[in-house]
């Protein structure tokens, strides 16, 4: 075979843009069909998402430095060395803040906050997740089957409908899906340079998600304050009780002593001053070890309040104005274009697929011909 035979085979299997426009040019109404079908749909989809509202907030929690390093740090700045650039934060390490708001407690101790929607009355965030929130219909379809088999399954079984408590430890299926709803919900990122944490609720009610957004931060707060003052708050009460227990033997040694001295006033004997010097001794160690403990009580309480950290709300959670899912037109363009490519698509492959049925089926003929 030639090269010129070669390069006319060549020729005819590369792809004409120009016919290729053409081709669609000349199919227009059927591609047009074809977006306005994609149209119609766009519009049926884009009306039938429920709308969502985001509400966020920024928070700022003060960084307390580790007492026992500093310490550390400035005994070897004596001896020549230099330990600052190790010296590390006390508390939870905020990249776990995420992990912590996404945990079964906080989710069911999120759940059990009172919320009120426009024009409604009070109910829990449980109540609002299970009774109010809507799905698209499509979801109902896709849920269908599933729930069949669940109603199956469940026929001779306690409805779950009784089930009133919410035990982290054993949740009903029912709870479980309506918790994986919630948690689904909330966000929380950590800017690791500045130390920021945001966090941000989605909710079908504006009121709802900033006030959903308002008790996240409130019990992330909580939860700081807990996991900082954990150890010293343990100190705190250990210090109390015994402070209590203290006092308790310095009372009972002092009664004992005034009642004796009362009972022996009048008294020379060597016995009874022996007993007298043995009982105020008694009472003046006991007195000492009270004093202490109720200097390390104090101490105790400073120490408790020092580790509270501060936390600075740099952004409160405020009532969302507009809609956070995606526009109505967003979907109704992204339909259109779909369409469009789907028809242009179809037109493309049909006529590559019956121009090669068309030129075998030739070739056939003219062979038959020439034989």
Not at 269 to 295: F, H, I, K, M, P
Request: glycine share 6%; with cysteine; hydrophobic share 40%.
């Amino acid at each position: 075979m030639s090269e010129e035979a070669v390069k006319n085979d060549s020729t005819t299997e590369e792809i004409d843009l120009l016919e290729l426009a053409k081709k669609l040019w000349d199919k227009r109404r059927f591609i047009g069909k074809y977006a306005i079908i994609a149209a119609v749909v766009g519009l049926i989809v884009g009306f039938s998402i429920p709308r969502e509202y985001t509400s966020g907030a920024k928070m700022a929690p003060e960084g307390l430095k580790n007492t026992s390093g500093s310490n550390l740090a400035g005994l070897a700045a004596l001896a020549g060395f230099d330990l600052s650039s190790g010296e590390n934060m006390e508390g939870i390490n905020l990249t776990l803040y995420p992990d912590v708001v996404q945990s079964t407690p906080f989710i069911v101790e999120l759940s059990q906050i009172p919320v009120q929607p426009q024009d409604q009355g009070k109910m829990s965030l449980y109540d609002y997740i299970d009774n109010e929130i809507s799905a698209p219909w499509w979801s109902y379809i896709i849920r269908l089957p599933m729930q069949a088999i669940g109603w199956i399954t469940s026929i001779g079984q306690a409805s779950e409908d009784s089930i009133q408590t919410i035990n982290p430890l054993a949740l009903s299926r029912k709870q479980s899906v309506i918790l994986k709803s919630l948690s689904g919900r909330q966000s929380v990122t950590v800017d690791k340079k500045t130390g920021v944490i945001t966090a941000s609720s989605t909710m079908q009610d504006p009121v709802v998600a900033a006030a959903v957004t308002d008790s996240m931060i409130r019990k992330l707060e909580e939860y700081m304050a807990d996991y900082r003052t954990e150890k010293a708050k343990r100190d705190c009460d250990f210090t109390h009780e015994s402070y209590l227990a203290a006092q308790e033997r310095y009372l009972a040694a002092q009664r004992k002593y005034a009642a004796y001295m009362d009972a022996t006033q009048n008294t020379a004997r060597q016995s009874v001053v022996a007993e007298q010097d043995r009982l105020r001794n008694e009472v003046t160690l006991a007195y000492g070890v009270y004093s202490q403990l109720a200097q390390q009580l104090e101490m105790a309480r400073i120490k408790v309040q020092e580790q509270t950290p501060c936390v600075t709300v740099i952004e409160p959670a405020g009532v969302p104005t507009q809609k956070s899912n995606t526009s109505k037109a967003v979907i109704l363009i992204a339909f259109v274009f779909l369409g469009v490519v789907i028809a242009s698509g179809y037109i493309l492959v049909k006529d590559m697929f019956f121009k090669k049925d068309t030129t075998n089926i030739s070739d056939k003929k003219s062979d038959t011909q020439v034989a």
